[in-house]
């Protein structure tokens, strides 16, 4: 039986397949939407109920058929199902495709046998994958679900939650607030779920808040309970709910199957052993169009995880297919950005771009289009200045027409190192996650290119050849600016031929004591420790935090290395030869002295930290607890605090009611005491994940959350220190004395423990839960309220710097 | 027997989950022991709790020694049960099922309670919050803020106020004592005791509440108080902006309310010679900077006027007092001869004797303290007869009548005398005679008077004037007070030898002014802050107020004595004084 | 940067109050009023009016402590100079009185005050001493981890008990389930208890005579002594942190007790001036 022909059949009715759908539907063209689920748009489906959608980003205008802005959840899908059936778009729901197979056309063969077939492709499933199903009888029955939206949604049932990831300790943490919750682990104990949550589930077994199963699995679920095996034999649990948490198999095998190709493809083959990375998507042109010709890829799965991007697309590739070559819908965003450049046509602009630009030669036009959508561009007069040394900006420069000067000395002026047209700067803030290491100027009237921190390690991740021209240049000029200042390129040939950027992780140990010294390493970013062995222990005798070059003690003695370096986190370095770097200090005397000076200093400096081994054990401890990798940290001197609380009093008090730092928590080691709160760290691993982009650096290093915060929780996950919190808008304040006098009204400090804010949260189960953790009271004048309530002068806030002068006041 | 123990283990709310154990005994023994046959390890279930036997359909369990099981509520230590039934052993409910095929007998196993130990547990019947000591600091902060208030403002408050409507009713003296008494507790200090006795009434003085007392209150009492200068003289030494208050501190003890602090005259007078108007020397403290003591002498016998001079000054104070006295001869270490009583010692309390306050000196009279040696015979046939003393006019005719009553009666003894006199009394006399009795007494009366005797008689002690006519005596002017304006009490001085500051002994003149200078007194006292000498400061004895000032406050109006003022003026300011009485200066 | 509040910068505001103090002494020794110094000089008036002002504003320290986000400045600013401020007091306001006390509100107010300061006093002490030593009395534990070592500890006494006679049971079981922390106001602040079931059931079973296995009992008395131990350890934490709590406990309350008998102070003295 021959099925119709469509001309287009789209895959997945998420934002992108539906607002495609409704393009096609528009135009007259055949075509059908294929939806696994019985509703569109299943991952927003699947937000918590009245979620708050944003519609980012603000820049770019729509272009679909259907509408969408900014709002919640249910408003807009019942949009989009409204829109569908006025465009009259051919659904197809509950129908799951197996497989895309091209011959003339595309026959698509559905999971009961059916196919179709069509001459053009258009996959939009995105990247959630196929939910992995119970195994088990009545795997389908109502009281069975396979996420949570909300865990406050439920109260006093009894739910039951499969599985041991993360996300069934999540669900099962958060529902047992008040719910009964069941966990039911296959195994002997949760080792699939990471460090935080593991403690979070142990706490709550063992408090009693979560009753768990282990080496249990499910056998069959009834209307109303779900029968388990377990090692006490078979047991039958009532329960109102099931929640499956068994994780989803990623679509990267179906989207492989219709023959598309992913840019890692060659390397996976290499090392089949080697997982494929989930963020790695397949390649697509201009036009969506993979490297199978009429199969087109949008939406997530082609790297726009924007609602707005997605539906956009969706309309573009339509048109395309309609024959109707249209210019993307940022184009006239791109004529706004390039207005500077006295209105030359986009494409040409793009490809001078890529042509006079080295390290945005090998992108492919979406990702340059993009690149540059989410750049400023910059025209600085002579001598205006770009940023300046110390500044916390991480953004990252490239120069299109002009020539900017690095003030690398910032005693003397005159010392400049000019870069022209093509080349790029700002790249060690982005790099090393510090502030900027010098200022720069523009040398003569230049246009510049200034890209987004997160723009840039993007275009890091998946485009080789901007890494690799990166670290090419950023390795010369490090060399330059921290180890040989004043010496030109061509004089360091050899040292930067034979350099090598290591890797290393927290704790790695970058070379031990007693090793030859045949090399060096210049600290990129990170930090390091060093220290040596005094009766089988370890002391650690300084922190060496990037910037600076270890290893060159060895080199200049020419003996045996006299201490180990491990990296204190992750830590990235420039290997140099000794040979080369020996060289160089032969051509340049005045280099040769300074690392001489420095070479002095640091027996001096080891020598007296030999005699204090307490200190050293300090900076241990300080690093273990992650301080090494932060910029500003808050820490308690043991022998001042008197546990007042004022602290945490003050934190929350200024930040709505929700204390942003726990002081109890968190270690202590020889009276100094790290609580839980945010360190900043250099590369913050809660930027790292951020859908709305919502965590930024402020100008003086404080990594802090703005409102578009959409409360994915991605960061409070990422966090290794347990400082970030989702939680609900602040109630109204109180007047301190009402309490003070006469106990009417919260606590200060104690906003969210009032009956008052517990009332008014039940009434506003709707709200939109955010991010919060400690900015450093960046908009309060005066600094750190914590600080500074503290009576008794305990807390202080350090950077790694600082380290040196704590220890010594502690010793 | 074969026996099935079938655990069942209950999730909370959860599902349940049993465990099956079999074994083979005839009598099934439960306890802690691990030799039971069933052995429920619970520190609530004894070592061996019980016992089951089966007895056909039925089973007797039966509780081991001290302990019992419990059966429907109720504690027994042995019962017979069948199929069904259920009993507890410690926290365990043991039913007997029935027997299944593979056992003789089931008995399902379950823990009814938990035990209690858990971390919640323990901090649930602890008491851990540091900040937790049953009271709230707050409750106790307004419960003490409460009670002082109620007792020291609220009650005093209420006692006053009671106090103000009762007053028009009641005598000051029936104020209630113990309420007054909680009104106290706002009083500064103990009341001076010159004012005690209306200490218990705050309305006399304070009469209006958040006012100052005003001068009014103590002018109710102290209605004669005068000024200290003349304001119309020395405007600026005027005194009339301080209110009592500012001098006399109330509420600072029981001794006085009078202060006598020097620095307070000090500041006006350590330099008083600078005012415009000032006649008077600057002084600041009495035993560094005082002037000299400028006695206040008559100068003028007959004016009678008198004026201070400087003791040890150019020209040296005289006094012109109308008498002559030698201090020396009468003070005499040898003695004086008395007429009757041979060689006395004379002192001079024989002749000085302060006043009953022990202020001044009693003023010597010549009948007390002269005439007892200086017998005033002046006719040596008339012993007993002395002259009149006083009043030379009195003394004439007490003369001249003594003489004519002798002419008219005779008797007279004297040896010259014509016997019509020397006649036995009571004879009566021819004309002749009388006329020549007449004629002696006459002549007997200038020999008197006119004679030298008179003369040399009362000049003995008297400044003689000779008149044309006849001698006068020089009116006597003893000098009342040497120092006007300076309090001394010779009570507080009595122990001390008199020459030791008044040097009689020498004094051969009655013009000598024998008062101490004052370097004798400065050998003992002192200024205020004195150390080494008696503290002596500017009331001790110099008063404020005096009558002979003008009042401080026009309570009573007091005329100015010219002369007083004159009297206390040295000699230098009498010129001033006089240039400016005549208007030479403006 | 960790400094105490007492040295905080450099001395700063014991250096003001030497100042103030040091100037209030000379003012007092110079100015020689009519009848003895009091409060109704002008130098007492100034002096009244200083130290008046202090207390309330000594008085906000607990206001101003809560006032997080309102106002600017360090806390420990505030409270090096409220202590400093805090002692002048004890020399103003002497000079204030000029030495005259009686029963009245007036002396009622020093003697307030005076508690005030001298609780203020011990509880500086407190501050300085005990955050050192509840450190090392902690050595490293969470008052969460003691308790949670403690039912550990209980769990495996209750376990060795299990096999052992009926009334040594009840005696683990009492000291399991009946030794309680900080059981009473006193105990808290002696940080001992006296009557602790854990201690009795260790004294019992050293010195009951025993039937059973001596191993278990040997086992058992030396959980029980750990027991103990870390009892201790956290009887005298909860000592330690009550105490840097107590003090507030006279402070607060009598500085509301002061403040009401200063406000009746200055009334009274107006009212009958």
């Not at chain 1, 080789?464 to 600016?481: A, C, F, G, H, P």
């Amino acid at each position: 039986m021959m099925a119709e022909i469509f001309k287009v059949a789209i895959v997945g009715s998420g934002p992108a397949g539906s607002s495609a759908a409704a393009r096609a539907a528009k135009l007259g063209m055949s075509h059908i939407l294929i939806e696994r689920q019985d509703h569109i748009s299943d991952t927003i489906f699947k937000y918590q109920k009245g979620k708050f959608v944003m519609a980012t980003p603000d820049f770019l205008p729509l272009r679909s058929d259907l509408n969408f802005q900014a709002g919640k959840r249910e408003e807009i899908l019942d949009v989009w199902d409204n829109g569908l059936e006025d465009c009259k778009v051919n659904v197809k729901f509950d129908t799951e495709v197996t497989s895309i197979k091209k011959e003339k056309n595309f026959t698509i063969t559905y999971a009961d046998g059916k196919t179709c077939e069509a001459e053009n492709v258009i996959l939009s499933i995105g990247l959630q994958g196929n939910i992995n199903k119970l195994p088990c009888e009545g795997a389908e029955l109502p009281l069975v679900q396979y996420q949570l939206d909300d865990p406050e949604e439920y109260e006093a049932e009894t739910i039951v939650i499969i599985g041991a990831g993360d996300a069934a300790i999540e669900n099962a943490v958060a529902l047992s607030k008040q719910n009964t919750v069941i966990i039911v682990n296959r195994r002997a104990e949760f080792a699939r779920a990471k460090q935080g949550n593991l403690s979070l589930i142990s706490e709550a077994i063992e408090k009693g808040n979560v009753e768990a199963y282990y080496e249990a699995s499910p056998v069959k679920v009834e209307k109303d309970s779900i029968t388990l095996k377990t090692a006490d034999g078979e047991a039958r649990v009532p329960c109102n709910r099931i929640i499956a948490r068994l994780g989803a198999s990623a679509p990267r095998r179906f989207v492989e199957s219709c023959g598309v190709d992913f840019p890692d493809k060659e390397e996976l083959k290499k090392d089949p052993k080697k997982r494929p990375d989930p963020r790695v998507l397949p390649e697509v042109s201009a036009q969506y169009e993979s490297n199978v010709p009429g199969l087109f890829i949008i939406g997530a799965l082609g790297g726009y995880p924007l609602i707005k991007q997605a539906m956009n697309q969706g309309y573009e590739v339509v048109e395309y297919i309609g024959g109707n070559k249209i210019p993307p819908a940022d184009e006239p965003l791109l004529v706004e950005k390039f207005s500077v450049l006295n209105n030359q046509n986009v494409d040409d602009v793009l490809e001078t771009i890529r042509k006079n630009i080295p390290i945005f030669e090998k992108l492919n036009t979406l990702l340059l289009r993009e690149a540059i959508l989410e750049s400023n561009v910059h025209a600085f007069k002579k001598d205006d200045t770009i940023f300046k040394r110390n500044d916390y900006s991480n953004t990252f420069y490239t120069i299109y027409v002009g020539e900017v000067g690095i003030l690398v000395d910032p005693n003397d002026p005159s010392q400049v190192v000019t870069l022209n047209q093509g080349n790029f700067f700002g790249e060690m803030g982005l790099i090393s996650g510090r502030r900027r290491a010098a200022t720069v100027k523009a040398i003569s009237d230049c246009i510049v290119f200034e890209t987004p921190r997160r723009t840039m390690l993007k275009l890091i991740q998946s485009v080789e050849s901007v890494k690799d021209n990166l670290d090419k240049v950023s390795m010369l000029r490090q060399i330059q600016t921290h180890l040989t200042p004043g010496v030109d390129a061509s004089d360091l040939q050899e040292l930067i031929e034979t350099a090598e950027i290591e890797n290393f992780s927290a704790g790695d140990v970058i070379f031990n004591q007693g090793d030859e010294g045949d090399h060096m390493h210049l600290i990129r970013s990170g930090s390091c420790t060093v220290s040596v062995k005094v009766g089988g222990k370890d002391i650690v005798l300084s922190y060496v935090p990037s910037g600076n070059y270890i290893g060159e003690m060895a080199l200049l003695s020419d003996q045996p290395r006299s201490a180990t370096v491990k990296a204190a986190h992750n830590t990235q370095t420039i290997r140099l030869t000794g040979k080369a770097f020996k060289d160089v200090l032969k051509k340049n005397s005045s280099i040769k002295n300074s690392v001489e000076k420095k070479f002095k200093e640091r027996i001096n400096q080891n020598e007296k930290m030999e005699g204090q081994p307490e200190a050293g054990n300090i900076i241990q401890f300080l690093i273990e607890q992650g301080v090494g990798e932060g910029t500003d940290v808050l820490l308690i001197d043991e022998t001042l605090c008197i546990h007042c609380d004022n602290c945490e009093k003050a934190c929350a008090e200024t930040h709505g009611g929700l204390s942003r730092l726990n002081r109890e928590a968190g270690p202590s080691y020889a009276s100094i005491h790290v609580p839980t709160s945010c360190r900043h760290c250099e590369h913050p691993h809660c930027m790292a994940d951020c859908p709305p982009d919502a965590i930024h650096r402020a100008p003086d290093g404080e990594v802090f959350i703005d409102d578009s915060c959409i409360g994915c929780g991605n960061c409070e996950r990422n966090c290794p220190y347990g400082v970030i919190q989702l939680a609900a808008p602040p109630p109204e304040r109180f007047n301190l004395f009402s309490w003070l006098l006469f106990n009417k009204g919260p606590p200060p400090g104690d906003l969210r423990k009032s009956t008052d804010y517990k009332n008014k949260k039940k009434k506003d189960e709707n709200q939109i839960k955010q991010a919060v953790k400690c900015d450093m009271c960046k908009d309060i004048e005066g600094g750190a309220s914590c600080v500074r309530a503290c009576p008794t002068g305990a807390a202080a806030r350090v950077s790694p710097e600082e380290f040196m002068s704590i220890t010594s006041l502690t010793s | 027997m074969k026996i099935l123990f079938s655990h069942i283990t209950r999730k909370k709310r959860g599902g349940i989950a049993t465990r099956n154990e079999y074994a083979e005994a005839d009598t099934i023994t439960i306890g802690r022991s691990t030799s039971c046959e069933l052995s429920l390890l619970d520190p609530r279930v004894h070592l061996e709790h019980a016992k089951v036997v089966k007895k056909l359909d039925t089973y007797e369990v039966i509780a081991a020694e001290y302990t019992l099981i419990e059966v429907n509520g109720e504690l027994v230590d042995k019962i017979t049960l069948k199929t069904g039934d259920t009993f507890l052993v410690g926290p365990y409910k043991i039913i007997f099922e029935s027997p299944s095929s593979d056992a003789d007998l089931k008995l399902s196993i379950e823990l009814t309670k938990n035990l209690r130990n858990q971390v919640s547990d323990l901090i649930s019947r602890s008491n851990i919050d540091s900040s937790n000591f049953g009271i709230s600091k707050r409750t106790w902060s307004w419960s003490l803020f409460s009670i002082i208030t109620a007792l020291f403002l609220m009650i005093p408050l209420l006692v006053i106020n009671s106090s103000k409507e009762n007053l028009s009713s009641l005598d000051p003296e029936d104020l209630n004592k113990s309420s007054t008494s909680l009104v106290s507790v706002w009083s500064t200090g103990e009341i001076s005791s010159p004012h005690n006795f209306f200490a218990h009434d705050c309305e006399v003085c304070h009469e209006k509440p958040f006012v100052p007392v005003q001068n009014n209150s103590c002018a109710k009492c102290h209605d004669d108080i005068q000024h200290h200068a003349d304001t119309k003289l020395f405007p600026s030494a005027s005194l009339s902006d301080l209110s009592c208050q500012s001098c006399h501190k109330e509420h600072q003890g029981k001794i006085t309310v009078v202060k006598n602090n020097q620095d307070f005259c000090a500041s006006c007078h350590d330099a008083i010679q600078d005012e415009p108007n000032s006649l008077l020397r600057n002084v600041s403290d009495f035993g560094k900077n005082h002037p000299q003591f400028n006695p206040t002498v008559i100068i003028d016998k007959d004016k009678n006027t008198n004026r201070s001079l400087s003791i040890g000054g150019d020209p040296k104070p005289i006094e012109f007092s109308g008498l002559l006295f030698n201090h020396a001869v009468h003070l005499r270490e040898t003695g004086v001869r008395h007429p009757n009583d041979g060689i006395i010692d004379l002192e001079c309390k024989d002749c000085h004797v302060s006043d009953s306050g022990g202020v001044s000196m009693l003023p010597i009279s010549f009948k007390e303290h002269c005439n007892s040696c200086h017998k005033l015979y002046f006719d040596s046939s008339l012993p007993e007869r002395e002259l009149y003393h006083g009043d030379t006019k009195e003394l004439f005719i007490q003369v001249e009548n003594v003489y004519n009553s002798i002419a008219f009666q005779g008797g007279y003894i004297g040896k010259d005398a014509p016997n019509v006199i020397r006649r036995r009394a009571g004879q009566t006399l021819s004309q002749t005679e009388r006329v020549e009795a007449a004629e002696w007494a006459k002549r007997k009366k200038e020999q008197v008077l006119d004679g030298r005797f008179g003369k040399d008689r009362c000049a003995e002690c008297h400044l003689i004037k000779n008149n044309e006519e006849r001698w006068t005596i020089q009116s006597v002017n003893i000098t009342d007070s040497w120092f006007p304006k300076a309090n001394f009490t010779h009570e507080s001085h009595e122990d001390m030898e008199c020459i030791s500051c008044h040097e009689a002994n020498r004094s051969e003149q009655a013009t000598d002014v024998i008062q101490p200078s004052i370097e004798i007194c400065q050998s003992c006292h002192g200024g205020e802050n004195a150390r080494s000498k008696i503290p002596s400061t500017c009331v001790t004895c110099h008063g404020f107020h005096f009558e002979h000032m003008s009042p401080i406050y026009p309570i009573n109006e007091v005329k100015v004595k010219e002369t007083t003022i004159l009297s206390s003026l040295s000699e230098k300011n009498l010129a001033l004084f006089n240039k400016r009485e005549n208007n030479e200066i403006p | 940067m960790h400094e105490s509040l007492l040295i905080y910068k450099k001395f700063k505001y014991l250096k003001l109050t030497l100042t103030t103090v040091i100037l209030c002494i000379v003012l007092y020794l110079y100015h020689s009023p009519i009848g003895s110094p009091n409060g109704g000089t002008w130098l007492g008036y100034t002096l009244g009016t200083l130290a008046a002002l202090i207390m309330f504003w000594l008085a906000w320290f607990g206001a101003r402590k809560r006032s997080y986000n309102k106002s600017k400045g360090n806390l420990e600013e505030w409270a090096s100079a409220h202590v400093y401020l805090g002692l002048a007091l004890v020399v103003i306001s002497t000079l204030h009185s000029g030495f005259q006390f009686g029963l009245n509100i007036h002396t009622i107010l020093y003697f307030l005050m005076m508690i005030v300061i001298i609780s203020g006093i011990i509880g500086v002490y407190f501050y300085l001493k005990f955050p050192s030593l509840i450190t090392k009395n902690r050595n490293g534990l969470t008052t969460e981890m003691m308790l949670t070592q403690i039912t550990e500890i209980d769990e495996d006494i209750r376990e060795l008990s299990m096999s052992l006679d009926d009334f040594t049971v009840d005696l683990m079981t009492k000291a399991i389930e009946e030794t309680v922390i900080g059981k009473s106001f006193i105990i808290k602040l002696k940080g001992v208890d006296p009557d602790c079931h854990t201690s009795l059931a260790r004294k019992h079973l050293r010195e009951k005579k025993f039937s059973g296995n001596n191993k278990i009992r040997e086992q058992l008395l030396s959980k029980l002594t750990r027991k103990e131990k870390i009892l201790d350890q956290l009887r005298n934490d909860l000592k330690m942190r009550s105490l840097l709590q107590i003090w507030l406990y006279i402070h607060v309350p009598f500085t509301f007790a002061a403040l009401a008998a200063l406000i009746i102070h200055i009334f009274s003295v107006f009212y009958y001036w």
